[in-house]
């Protein structure tokens, strides 16, 4: 944001420059001659580059006014959805449970089914938002969105309508994107569906890569720019295009001109959000009739900084009764995940806090086999806790389990040394392969270790 702020008084005092070197030219002018020779050229020129500068002035302000608006509502969104998020773990979970027992019968069975559908729809939703808010934890690592976007075109192929002409355009070289994966194709996956349903008499769909050198004018132009080497990912289709008051809204969370049930108004909102986390820009380009263009740009990666993609997990084992300290403030999802351990034949401690969570470590450290810990806690929190916990035991195996981070808290928790990351909410049987993954490959000669963790 500020330096959207900034950006605006480099411009005001950069055309206040150029406009002092015209009028000094006036004058020289005015000097050499002993007339007004030249002066009226020079006054149009001015006025011209005031112009000029001016409309740009007003577009960075725009800008300006479009990026406030759009953390605004990320902030409400993603406070909401960190909340839901947590009442649909509880909820999941305990169906879950409620599902393995085999007294429930036929008919309750199938009424959980549908509940639990629902809850993968709410579910979505939520991850949705947390998207839009850049609040979703993401796993970075070097993307070749050439790679990304022929794998999503292959798995669209068969569902997009023959009507519908997909073209891939790639460029043969371009650099990797530190990005997560999942997400980029997510990206793709929101444009190529937005394109196809703008043309439902069928029509040209274009998916292009490209590389790009952002110069100074662009990012003059385009606020929240990186100058430097870019991936330009574009996708364009010739569709029914949109309004300029469509277009005004068309990264706003929840705006859609699709009717009831057909669409949530949350794709081009993530992707939004997406770009953003991956420190790229997005542009739209339409107008009704003639098609849509939306162009993201994400910054090339630095090669040093990347790490491999890592492993799949193991499949699940059955826990083989070690002793795990649950440490969680939502006192339904320690009593939840309590049950769901105990249920997969661990030994679980529970406890409501960080400061609760080192007096247990001081009591049972011997038994203690792994540490489940909640970030977002009050109190002295996930970190601190963390903290202490390798403090007293460089080698405690801390697994950690949020729902959310706001500038990637797990990564940082894992960098500091935590063995692996759930995100919440997690089905019971992806915490059973985690607990039994982090146990079972624990310890610096560990298949698969480093510093980012298991994931
Ligand atoms: N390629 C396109 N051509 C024309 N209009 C588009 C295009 N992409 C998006 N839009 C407009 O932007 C709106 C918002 O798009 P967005 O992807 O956020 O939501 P949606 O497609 O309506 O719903 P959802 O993605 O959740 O199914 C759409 O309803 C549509 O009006
Ligand atoms: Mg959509």
């Known amino acids: 944001m500020s330096d959207c702020t900034n950006e605006l008084e480099r411009e005001v005092a950069r055309l206040r420059k150029v406009n002092q070197v015209l009028m000094d030219r006036v004058e020289r002018s005015v000097d050499k001659s002993g007339s007004d020779f030249g002066l009226f050229e020079h006054n149009i020129l001015l006025q011209k580059h005031v112009e000029a500068r001016t409309a740009e002035l007003g577009k960075l302000q725009n ?10 509502v990320g902030i409400l969104a993603g406070g909401v959805a960190h909340d839901f998020n947590n009442l649909l773990h509880v909820m999941r979970g305990n169906i879950e449970l409620l599902a393995r027992d085999m007294s429930i019968g036929s008919q309750g069975r199938e009424r959980l089914k549908a509940v639990i559908r629902s809850q993968d729809r709410a579910a979505e939703l939520v991850r949705q938002l947390l998207l839009f ?3 979703a934890e993401s796993c970075k690592v070097a993307v070749d969105v050439n790679r990304e976007a022929r ?47 703008a043309m439902p008499e069928g029509g040209r769909l274009v998916v292009e890569t490209s590389s790009v050198d952002l110069d100074q004018d662009f990012v003059q132009l385009h606020a929240d720019a990186v100058a430097g080497p870019h991936v330009l990912l574009t996708v364009t289709d010739t569709g029914c295009g949109m309004d300029s008051a469509t277009l005004k809204h068309v990264f706003d969370p929840f705006f859609t001109t699709k009717g009831v049930g057909q669409g949530t108004g949350l ?35 630095d090669p040093v900084e990347e790490t491999p993609k890592d492993q799949e997990p193991e499949p699940p084992l059955r826990g083989g009764g070690e002793t795990i300290l649950v440490v969680d403030d939502e006192a339904d999802i320690l009593e939840l995940t309590r049950e769901a351990l105990e249920d997969m034949g661990f030994t679980v401690l529970g406890v409501a806090s960080g400061e609760e969570a080192l007096d247990a470590f001081h009591k049972h450290r011997p038994t203690i086999d792994l540490i489940l810990l909640d970030l977002n806690m009050p109190g002295m929190g996930g970190h601190k806790c963390l ?4 403090h007293l035991d460089p080698a405690a195996c801390v697994l950690i389990a949020s729902g959310y981070s706001a500038h990637g808290q797990a990564k940082q928790a894992l960098a500091s040394g935590a063995k692996g990351y759930i995100g919440k909410p997690y089905r019971l049987r992806e915490l059973e392969a985690k607990v039994r993954e982090v146990l079972d490959y624990s310890g610096p000669d560990a298949p698969g270790w480093g510093h980012t963790g298991h994931f």
Request: charged share 20%; glycine share 10%.
């Open 267 to 301: 794709g081009l909102a993530s992707v939004y959000g997406i770009v953003k986390g991956h420190g790229g820009h997005i542009h739209c380009c339409s107008e009704s009739g003639r098609g849509a263009t939306f162009r993201i740009y994400l910054p090339v990666a």
């Open 151 to 197: 794998e999503v075109v292959r798995m669209l192929e068969r569902t997009i309508p023959k009507m519908v002409s997909l073209e891939l355009h790639l460029a043969p070289k371009i650099g990797p994107v530190s990005g997560d994966p999942v997400q980029i194709e997510q990206v793709l996956l929101n444009l190529i569906n937005n394109a196809v349903d």
């Open 387 to 390: 903290r202490e916990l390798l």
């Open 133 to 135: 808010s850049r609040k």
């Open 63 to 72: 800008d300006l006014y479009q990026a406030q608006k759009m953390e605004a």
